[in-house]
């Protein structure tokens, strides 16, 4: 026995005070009339015998009111074992809906056995549904309905995401919050490894909890699967477009597989791979010819285990014309145009078509036709061409500006306006070169440059950059890349040229990204996932595109937002595997495949010992514990606050009644 707040327990101190009162009661005496006081002696009377306590029963339950009082403030407590008050227990189903339990009759065996535990529970007892996944879902509520509870048990479906002990542990800690009853947990699952948590004290269970598991697995079971694909998200080139697919096999023996390529549901490519004992393989499809717009894909292997569901992996991939791009430079200049479009095939797999042109013959060039022009250390430019240029960008165009040695030798920039204050010629100082100094990791440009390491800048342009954004500066503060919008369009200066001579930088590896993601940024041409996970989010909009309509069709052909979600919301979460139809913010029309999270494909179970220790049960099993292991007996503190404000109430009544009737009884006294 304890006392949740024992310094309450001081107020019994105030039990002296009835007894004081009592003492302090005065003696009265009635006259009684007498002929002659002679006869009487004269003595000191005792006040002695006066002041004994009289009216005991009253004073005892007077001292039983204020001790009682104390007692309940104090709040007393016995501790007692969950099992001693089973009658207020809550039996709380929980059962597995993750991928991995479509392996087999997992998931029926899991419903079976829920039920059976419904039927054996006794008929006072309330007991409430759950759903585990990659979250904790309430099927019913509290209830001793044995209707509405089978009801909940029959209702689970399988799903596409992956179990979390850790979610299901945070769940309970929160109940128990609320809750304070004890909860005898029923985990009815596959009890795979994946699904326990980075570390194994995210799965503790309050006190109230006793668990009880129901493996409904055999121990780990061969699985071979579709570990994952890669493939273009867009496709310019069909035949030069690759897709390589990793076949693995979790606790398999060494097995040929057959793998096929599908466009939308036909088979285009089949091959055989060797997958060796618990490992991985992989295949390579040469070619990927697909229609143009929106195609779904997939590859997939001949099912020879209990989980066909992850035998195929879905992505969607995009057919398009490649992008056309001008490239205008001096006549004199060999280099720029080779080692542009070196870069520019190596990194985009054919999605731009690269026109070349010297500036002595772009007189009658129209850059309307193409996604975007880059001049490469123009001196100049015709009228007649700058002119249409000029106009191309206001409309919405871009270019991209090569400022070296031949454009320093005119005052202003072409196109993109500011006046050159000054042309550094590094390689003449004694430092003889410099170096990227600051980037915007924010800028497209710049994102995958790592600060461009290593790159030698011998000569740069200084421009005044008035209205336009830096994305990169040389170590003395010389601004590198500067972009400046006009009209609707924007154009972007490279402050050095695009040769070997005023810098080194086509001869290092990160001028490859660098100019793949430069013409990816000025052609508007966004990169492509043709593939996500299930539980993965999906940006919808970004913060310029508030109020705008998006529409979302998931598998069933279903549109899961509704009219209010589709106008506000920035994200929507991909909870189930299959192709999602999108029309975004933007306009865009996209097409995702989705597919379950492949770690869900390795049906390892967690050791016993783990289980064991997780249930707190590390003894012998018992008989008992066949179906389940049940853990250690918990205590809970039980409040005997009641008991004590009933008894408060007892002595107080029992006093009222008693002090009236001695009242009455003093009254009537002569």
Known sequence: MGFLAPWFLAGAVAAGLPIYLHLLRRHRTTP??????????????????????????????????????????????????????????????????????????????????????????????????????????VLTE???????????????????????????????????????????????????????????????????????????????????????????????????????????????????????????????????????????ASVEFSSLDVP???????????????????????????????????FVYESNDTRSPLYFRAALTSAAESAFNLETVTVDRVANAQPAGHDFVVLSDVASLPSSFESALTNYVKAGGSVFVAAGT????????????????DSRYYSREGARFLTVGQTDPSYPSVEKANRWAGVKFYFAVRVAGTDARVAARLTDQTPLLLEKKIGEGRVLLFASGLDNFTNDFPLHPVFIPFIDQTARYLSGMETRAGSRIVDSFLELRTAKEQSVGVEVIDPDGKRPLSLKEATAAQSFQLTRAGFYQLR???????????????????????????????????????PEASSGTVAQDQKKPYSLWWYAMLLLLVAAIAESLLSSQYLTMSREEP
């Open 142 to 280: 509290p209830t001793q309905d044995s209707g509405v509870l089978r009801s909940g048990v029959n209702s689970v479906q399988p799903t596409d995401t992956r179990a979390s002990f850790g979610e299901l542990a945070g769940t309970l800690r929160s109940m128990a919050e609320t809750v304070h009853t004890p909860i005898e947990l029923h985990l009815f699952s596959d009890m795979q490894r994946s699904a326990m948590p980075g570390s194994f004290a995210e799965m503790a269970l309050p006190g109230n909890v006793s668990l009880v598991l129901h493996s409904e697995a055999r121990g780990s079971e061969p699985n071979w699967t579709v570990e994952s694909v890669s493939a273009p998200g867009e496709v310019f080139d069909p035949k030069k477009s690759r897709v390589q697919a990793v076949i693995s096999g979790y606790h398999t023996p060494a097995a040929k597989r057959s793998v096929s390529l599908v466009v939308n549901g036909k088979a285009i490519a089949t091959q055989t791979v060797d997958v060796p004992p618990e490992g991985r």
């Open 406 to 421: 031949s454009a320093a030798r005119h005052p202003r920039i072409p196109i993109f306006g500011d006046t050159i204050t």
């Open 32 to 137: 009684l009339p007498f002929s002659s006081l002679m006869f009487f002696e004269r003595r000191t009377q005792s006040s002695i015998k006066h002041r004994r306590l009289r009216y005991l029963l009253l004073l005892a339950f007077r001292l039983a009111v204020i001790l009682l009082l104390a007692l309940a403030f104090a709040n007393p407590f016995i501790e007692r074992s969950a099992a001693s008050i089973s009658g207020d227990k809550l039996d709380l189903l929980v059962i597995d809906d993750s991928f991995s339990m479509r392996a087999g009759t997992r998931l029926a065996d899991a419903k079976r056995d829920a039920l059976s535990v419904l039927d054996a529970r006794k008929p006072s007892e309330r007991a409430q549904v759950m759903a585990l996944g990659s979250q904790v879902h």
């Open 584 to 622: 975004l913010a933007n306009g865009r029309q996209d097409l995702v495949g989705v597919n379950a999270d492949r770690r869900e494909s390795d049906l390892d179970v967690v050791p016993k010992d783990i289980l064991a220790l997780w249930t707190g049960n590390t003894g012998t099993s018992s």
């Open 292 to 326: 143009y717009g929106l195609t779904r894909c997939e590859v997939r292997i001949d099912s020879a285990d209990s989980l066909p569901a992850d035998d195929a992996s879905l992505f969607a991939v995009k057919r398009s014309d490649p992008r056309k791009v001008l």
